[in-house]
């Protein structure tokens, strides 16, 4: 990350999740340039509002990769949240208590799939496990 033109983000509001963050500087957006998307669109004050809200749990950082690619599209800062806002746990629960219900002899991964297939990256996969093992 020394060496990488995003240093000085790092150093600004990188710091909280130093993995994460280097992650995301040194693969996530290499990666995305790679695939053809233009990373100079991202700026410097939408990154560290990115990294502001994950570290507020208010979007999940499975999300990130979502997040940029909207906003390599043009979307607003508050499109991104609104749009990738983190599931809360009575919403969450209500979404897995009607998963089970309408699979009741499916295994735990199976539900797993189905519970993660309808609320994409806006919630922690270990949090969808440990309601998923409460209900069944």
């Given at each position: 990350?020394?060496?990488?033109?995003?240093?000085?983000?790092?150093?600004?509001?990188?710091k909280?999740?130093?993995?994460?963050?280097?992650?995301?500087?040194?693969?996530?957006?290499?990666?995305?340039?790679?695939?053809?998307?233009?990373?100079?669109?991202?700026?410097?004050?939408?990154?560290?509002?990115?990294?502001?809200?994950?570290?507020?749990?208010?979007?999940?950082?499975?999300?990130?990769?979502?997040?940029?690619?909207?906003?390599?599209?043009?979307?607003?800062?508050?499109?991104?949240?609104?749009?990738?806002?983190?599931?809360?746990?009575?919403?969450?629960?209500?979404?897995?208590?009607?998963?089970?219900?309408?699979?009741?002899?499916k295994?735990?991964?199976?539900?797993?799939?189905?519970?993660?297939?309808?609320?994409?990256?806006?919630?922690?996969?270990?949090?969808?496990?440990?309601?998923l093992?409460?209900?069944?």
């Open positions: 990350i020394i060496k990488s033109k995003y240093y000085t983000w790092f150093e600004e509001f990188g909280s999740d130093p993995v994460f963050a280097t992650n995301t500087f040194l693969s996530t957006l290499k990666d995305l340039k790679r695939r053809g998307y233009n990373i100079d669109k991202i700026k410097k004050e939408d990154m560290k509002a990115l990294f502001s809200m994950i570290e507020k749990n208010e979007i999940e950082k499975n999300s990130m990769r979502d997040a940029l690619i909207m906003l390599i599209e043009g979307k607003d800062i508050n499109k991104i949240r609104e749009t990738l806002a983190t599931i809360g746990e009575e919403e969450l629960r209500i979404i897995i208590d009607d998963v089970v219900k309408n699979n009741p002899d295994k735990e991964s199976v539900l797993m799939g189905i519970v993660m297939a309808k609320v994409g990256n806006r919630v922690n996969g270990a949090v969808v496990t440990r309601i093992r409460e209900i069944k």
